[in-house]
């Protein structure tokens, strides 16, 4: 089965070029880290390679270990920034496996003990919440 090829006009793509706003927390040379604008819970951040690719399956294996590598940085940064008891990573790929924007993306969501995460793609978040949960995890990285 070959995977369908990469559509340019995701929303992903469309921040990358700087089309539409994110609050980012991170860039470097392969990857950008923005804040879920639909957060499972408060801190939730999407690590984005820089190249185009659908998902995990298509993806180049420079621009996997390099979004790996981000991953990392920012599970230790959000554990930092909000005090968590540790992080829950996703990555889907396919619709049938719950992607719902084919630009690979990973999902660094700080966990509490006790505390479920929201549903998958819920609801929007109120974007001043996105801006200070944005700068704290900012304020960890400087």
Do not use: C, W
């Not at 974007?127 to 900012?138: G, P």
Request: net charge neutral; aromatic share 6%; charged share 20%.
């Amino acid at each position: 089965m070959s995977s369908p090829a990469y559509d340019a006009s995701n929303v992903f793509a469309k921040i990358l070029r700087g089309e539409l706003p994110s609050h980012t927390v991170y860039e470097d040379a392969k990857t950008i880290v923005i804040m879920d604008i639909m957060p499972r819970g408060d801190g939730h951040v999407l690590v984005i390679p820089k190249a185009p690719s659908r998902n995990i399956l298509d993806i180049a294996e420079d621009d996997l270990f390099a979004v790996m590598a981000t991953t990392k940085k920012m599970a230790h940064a959000v554990i930092k920034a909000f005090n968590a008891d540790g992080t829950t990573i996703q990555q889907f790929s396919e619709t049938a496996g719950g992607q719902v924007v084919f630009h690979t993306h990973v999902h660094v969501i700080p966990r509490f003990k006790g505390v479920a995460l929201a549903p998958h793609a819920s609801g929007m978040a109120d974007n001043a919440v996105l801006a200070a949960n944005a700068q704290k995890i900012r304020a960890v990285l400087a």
